[in-house]
């Protein structure tokens, strides 16, 4: 089956540094990546869209200069967290989009845990 | 707008009897609907997803759902829980291409 791997598991930081997630479908192409925010005992936020080889699509409400997202191959996408703060602590999971026999799912990543200290 | 109603914040539930996790969804097309399962500190897994035809979908791990439009809902069913099913369980609802919107979780736990 589709495989999505997310490199760190986790991450401790210091607050204003700068931390990047990446995410990678191992064996399919994805044209379509997704990145969510999770916070204990919460449901997945959608915090953007990305599309390979073009701008990321932000939800209302989410800082684009603060989580920057590049796709740059139809196998990663990374998501930065710049000046991180301590309120950005949180579950981050990637999903990348597979199309095919008239389906269409997201396979999701194991999810990154990042502390801001 | 589309929108997840998982109603059970926690299920509890004793091993080896049945299980039904409930899931409304309100979509102004037909929906692609999914149940996900997460274990702690972990990503989710799918477990089963309909698209359309037959309304009672199989998944893995003895799970089934079955899509009922006239009530918009997507229930999820385990004829016979076991301890290891102890996890959350989140519906979410999409089509195409589109980004997944998901209900707040049902948390399961199984007692001896």
């Known amino acids: 089956g589709a495989v999505v791997s997310q490199h760190p598991s986790w991450v401790i930081c210091k607050s204003g540094t700068s931390v990047k997630i990446e995410c990678r479908s191992l064996d399919f192409q994805a044209t379509t990546m997704f990145w969510y925010r999770q916070f204990p005992k919460q449901s997945l936020m959608l915090m953007a869209t990305s599309n390979e080889g073009s701008k990321a699509t932000y939800e209302q409400g989410v800082e684009k200069d603060k989580f920057l997202i590049n796709h740059a191959s139809l196998t990663l996408s990374t998501l930065t967290v710049t000046s991180a703060h301590p309120e950005d602590s949180s579950f981050y999971i990637c999903s990348a989009g597979s199309a095919g026999g008239g389906s269409y799912e997201q396979y999701f990543g194991p999810g990154t845990r990042l502390t801001v200290t | 707008a589309q929108s997840v109603t998982q109603p059970d914040i926690h299920i509890t539930v004793s091993e080896g009897a049945s299980l039904e996790l409930r899931c409304n969804y309100s979509y102004g097309a037909t929906p692609y609907l999914f149940w996900y399962v997460q274990s702690p500190g972990q990503g989710l897994q799918l477990l089963l997803k309909?698209?359309?035809?037959?309304?009672l979908v199989q998944g893995i791990k003895g799970f089934e759902a079955e899509f009922k439009r006239s009530q918009s809902s997507f229930n999820l069913r385990k004829p016979s829980v076991h301890w290891s099913d102890a996890a959350e369980y989140f519906c979410?609802?999409?089509?195409?291409?589109?980004?997944?919107?998901f209900g707040k979780g049902t948390m399961l736990l199984v007692s001896p």
């Open positions: 309909y698209f359309s035809g037959d309304t």
């Open positions: 979410a609802v999409g089509s195409g291409y589109s980004t997944l919107t």
